[in-house]
């Protein structure tokens, strides 16, 4: 391809950076990268990243995948903020999940500084990361979508366009993580509720799965609670950021969101029962405490 010599940095090694980092590594880039974690740099590194020595005039785009707004701006208009250091016209992508309005901010700030910025927002989960079938829902000008196409492609299995309205593809991720907050939440509930009246984890998933009230979030985190495996795939610390910038949203629209509100208050409530860094299927333990249930469900 074309742009098999183009030199990336991605900014945030979790699950999600990590895959993207992982999905450039396969099409050719040189991906270098950043991340606090020495596990999660350790195993960029073994897929072929470099951690070190970064040539920012030679970058073509600097992707941020980390956990807030604060840790975004800080990247990159802190004190040593990468803006600085990076040639005119290179890219600023930004996948994190963050309100529209600091979306805007961002994109003014970087055309202040020669560079392009792209409203990157994604879903997926760490798996579809790691095998380059995210989907991002996009909004910037003509030039940064043109500039992050092969990015995009290289990563991606669907890419949702919201046009040059910086902040759009931010205001869809909010809708996203609204549902799937919510969704984590009811299936926690419910999950914990047939526990309460008999019915195995193994019983109500094989079940649900089938039914109407199943959702990909039920299918994919039941499991997690069956195995009684907590690794964190997406950790319960997400949601009350997340879930705080929908309802952030939706009080400046004057929008009343109370079903997000309930769930909110189960994710911090996880986090402050010393949760946060487990797996966010963790929330069914707060049920689970509640209801004086054992969590998994011993049928023996």
């Given at each position: 391809m074309s742009d098999i010599n183009k030199e990336i940095l991605v900014v945030g090694l979790g699950s999600m950076g990590l895959g993207i980092a992982q999905s450039l590594l396969r099409e050719g880039y040189k991906v270098y990268?950043?991340?606090?974690?020495?596990?999660?740099?350790?195993?960029?590194?073994?897929?072929?990243?470099?951690?070190?020595?970064?040539?920012?005039?030679?970058?073509?785009?600097?992707?941020v995948v980390v956990l807030n707004e604060k840790q975004t701006k800080e990247i990159?208009?802190?004190?040593?903020g990468l803006v600085k250091k990076m040639k005119a016209n290179s890219l600023i992508m930004v996948c994190t999940t963050v309100s529209p309005n600091f979306a805007k901010e961002m994109e003014a700030l970087s055309n202040n500084e020669n560079l392009l910025y792209l409203d990157a927002p994604i879903s997926g989960g760490s798996k579809k990361s790691s095998e380059g079938k995210l989907t991002y829902?996009?909004?910037?000008?003509?030039?940064?979508?043109?500039?992050?196409?092969?990015?995009l492609n290289a990563t991606s299995e669907m890419i949702f366009e919201f046009g040059e309205t910086?902040?759009?593809?931010?205001?869809?991720?909010?809708?996203?993580?609204?549902?799937?907050?919510?969704?984590?939440?009811?299936?926690?509930?419910?999950?914990?509720?047939?526990?309460?009246?008999?019915?195995?984890?193994?019983?109500?998933?094989?079940?649900?799965?089938?039914?109407?009230?199943?959702?990909w979030m039920l299918e994919n985190r039941a499991p997690h609670i069956i195995e009684n495996d907590y690794t964190p795939k997406s950790s319960i610390n997400i949601w009350p950021k997340d879930l705080g910038i929908v309802l952030d949203i939706a009080k400046n629209s004057s929008f009343s969101a109370p079903l997000t509100a309930v769930a909110l208050q189960q994710f911090i409530s996880a986090a402050g029962s010393g949760l946060g860094n487990e797996d966010d299927?963790?929330?069914?333990?707060?049920?689970?405490?509640?209801?004086?249930?054992?969590?998994?469900?011993?049928t023996k």
């Amino acid at each position: 391809m074309s742009d098999i010599n183009k030199e990336i940095l991605v900014v945030g090694l979790g699950s999600m950076g990590l895959g993207i980092a992982q999905s450039l590594l396969r099409e050719g880039y040189k991906v270098y990268g950043q991340d606090k974690n020495s596990i999660q740099t350790d195993k960029f590194i073994k897929n072929g990243g470099v951690y070190t020595n970064i040539p920012f005039d030679n970058l073509e785009a600097v992707i941020v995948v980390v956990l807030n707004e604060k840790q975004t701006k800080e990247i990159l208009f802190g004190d040593d903020g990468l803006v600085k250091k990076m040639k005119a016209n290179s890219l600023i992508m930004v996948c994190t999940t963050v309100s529209p309005n600091f979306a805007k901010e961002m994109e003014a700030l970087s055309n202040n500084e020669n560079l392009l910025y792209l409203d990157a927002p994604i879903s997926g989960g760490s798996k579809k990361s790691s095998e380059g079938k995210l989907t991002y829902m996009i909004s910037g000008n003509k030039k940064a979508v043109e500039a992050a196409r092969p990015i995009l492609n290289a990563t991606s299995e669907m890419i949702f366009e919201f046009g040059e309205t910086v902040g759009s593809g931010s205001a869809m991720k909010a809708v996203n993580q609204m549902l799937a907050g919510i969704h984590i939440a009811a299936m926690a509930e419910a999950i914990t509720f047939g526990i309460s009246q008999g019915i195995t984890p193994q019983k109500f998933l094989e079940v649900i799965s089938k039914c109407a009230g199943t959702s990909w979030m039920l299918e994919n985190r039941a499991p997690h609670i069956i195995e009684n495996d907590y690794t964190p795939k997406s950790s319960i610390n997400i949601w009350p950021k997340d879930l705080g910038i929908v309802l952030d949203i939706a009080k400046n629209s004057s929008f009343s969101a109370p079903l997000t509100a309930v769930a909110l208050q189960q994710f911090i409530s996880a986090a402050g029962s010393g949760l946060g860094n487990e797996d966010d299927a963790a929330v069914a333990k707060i049920y689970a405490r509640n209801a004086g249930i054992e969590l998994p469900f011993n049928t023996k």
